[in-house]
């Protein structure tokens, strides 16, 4: 069980890194296509938290987490993978077997 609580440690532990990387930086904004569409999205997550027949809120917010932690990963393999030729070549470098 604990595995599952590590994996979100190191989660966190990425976000802040990047965070503190692009900090002093002025970085240019990235907005994903689906932008749109996510913020349905976390807007019904969100009225999903306060369900008034959920036996308590902290399963809402249990729900909020294992919907939502994950898209800032998402959206950061985009941004990287922005250009074709990049994403190819992570691609091809990433599943190549090594001798």
Do not use: H
């Not at 993978?81 to 599943?95: F, G, I, M, P, Q």
């Amino acid at each position: 069980m604990y595995v599952y609580f590590a994996k979100d440690v190191l989660v966190g532990v990425t976000y802040l890194s990047f965070l503190s990387s692009t900090s002093g930086k002025e970085t240019q904004g990235f907005r994903p296509p689906f932008r749109y569409a996510l913020g349905v999205f976390v807007l019904l997550g969100l009225v999903q938290v306060f369900n008034p027949f959920s036996p308590s809120i902290f399963y809402g917010i249990l729900g909020l987490k294992l919907y939502f932690y994950y898209v800032p990963l998402c959206t950061w393999a985009m941004r990287c993978c922005a250009r074709k030729r990049t994403c190819a070549n992570s691609w091809w470098s990433a599943c190549r077997w090594r001798e």
